[in-house]
Each structure stands twice: as structure tokens, then as C-alpha cells.
């Protein structure tokens, strides 16, 4: 039997929260199970092309073990994800359109799929399962 697909609505724009979206999408994503993520409010900011992972993140305590432990970075698990399995990444077209920002030219070269509605995410939601972060 085929798993669900599992979307993940990602809209903190904590460290952590970021990581444990990458984390749970990109190992979903290799076990053969189909994810979507849906890139919205604060957490788009930590998507911006040419920021450094230092401007990137924000967060607590594991916000600094992250940086200090060297664990991979959020993005380069999302890529890992996207490349190894089936996940797709969209970005809010609300908050794109809200920073005057166009995916392809300002978010992170080759992560998204292309933009998407509210809307659009919950209708395809629906046959799945949903976590919000």
C-alpha cells in the first residue's frame, strides 16, 4: 500500500522549526513517500538568495548547537530531499508578492517548484497529511 502524501506547511521563521521541516521532508521524501512543502510568512525570509546561514537562521538553545555541532544545513536537506525522492516546494504567492520577490530570481537557486496559493496547498492537502511548523 502507498503511503499518504505528507504536506508540510512551513511558516516559522525559528531555526528550528526550519530544520525539523527539512529533517522530516527530506527523510520522508527518501523513504519513498511523497512530500510537499509549502513555504509561507516568516520562514520564506530564511530562503533568500545570497543571505549566509548566519543571516539565515534565527532561534534558541539549538539554534547555537546547530551552528556549533555543525549539523547539515536546512537547505542543503531540502535539496538532498528533493533530489533522492519525490518532494515538491512551493512558495506562498501572498508573501512573494508582499516583498515585491519573485521566486526565481529571489529565493534559493533550484529549491522551489514555482509558487502557490493557500488555497491550492489545503485543496491538495486533503488527501494527505498535514503538519504545520
Not at 521532508?25 to 520562514?43: E, G, I, K, L, Y
Not at 536537506?77 to 508573501?95: I, K, Y
Request: proline content about 3%.
Amino acid at each position: 500500500m502507498a503511503s499518504k502524501p505528507l504536506f508540510i506547511m512551513l511558516a516559522s521563521g525559528e531555526h528550528e522549526k526550519i530544520q525539523l521541516a527539512a529533517m522530516i521532508a527530506s527523510v520522508a521524501a527518501v523513504s519513498d513517500r511523497p512530500v510537499q512543502v509549502f513555504v509561507t510568512m516568516n520562514a520564506i525570509l530564511a530562503f533568500r538568495r545570497g543571505v549566509t546561514p548566519q543571516e539565515r537562521y534565527h532561534g534558541g538553545y539549538f539554534h547555537e548547537q546547530f551552528v556549533t555541532k555543525n549539523v547539515p544545513d536546512a537547505m542543503e536537506l531540502f535539496e538532498q530531499g528533493r533530489m533522492l525522492g519525490e518532494m515538491q516546494m512551493w512558495a506562498c504567492s501572498l508573501v512573494l508578492d508582499l516583498n515585491h520577490w519573485d521566486a526565481q530570481a529571489d529565493l534559493v537557486e533550484g529549491l522551489f517548484d514555482g509558487t502557490a496559493g493557500l488555497a491550492k496547498f489545503l485543496s491538495d492537502a486533503e488527501d494527505g497529511e498535514l503538519i504545520t511548523l
